[in-house]
């Protein structure tokens, strides 16, 4: 409503100060008129669907004061508080796993890796929405870990493409070798048939031997 206002103040000084680059572009009668100048990119996305009259100067379309508009917040509830336990809750239950989790890796970097994968972990818990590449369930703080898939010693890199988020229990399985260990961790995480094909997957690209002879669900 305030450009609204500031539009209708302003149009008439607009309209007088712009009249001879007007009448150019509309040309005399009797004569083409000259071509009027493209809008931009920027003005199509943001103010296309209007239908008033562009202003022109020097050659620029000038983006309109009458197009700005706003729009309200939706779903939001004055419960809404950090003040109080019931608020506290509606804020946490209304931030993403994702969102929660890059900005905790954001602070906690890791000073005895690279920069590059310290920035490459964070991108990619963005792209697994904080989630086990394995399993699909949502990551927890203590109980994550970003793994190399060829791993280092084997002349892996922190590539962004060289690393994939795991619940811990999801890595350790990949990284075990004794039966036993093994055994333990198939049994906590009772994987299906898809979660058991990466789990091989990954365990090959560390040198692991696959895992068979069971049952996935």
Known sequence: MDFSEINFIVRKSLYNRLKSVTKKVK????KKPEEEPKRSKTFQKLYGDYNGKPKIIAGITIFPIYGCKYHAPSYFTQEISNYTEEGRRLIHDKLSNKNYLVRYLLGAKEYDKSVEYNDNRISLMASQNGKCFVIGTPLAIGKMDCHHKK????GGTDAYNNLVWLNSDVHKLIHATQPETIEKYL??????????KKVNSLRLLAENLEITGIIAV
């Open 27 to 30: 040309g005399r009668r009797g």
């Open 151 to 154: 791993p280092k010693e084997l």
């Open 187 to 196: 049994n906590i995480l009772n994987l299906d048939k898809n979660a058991l």
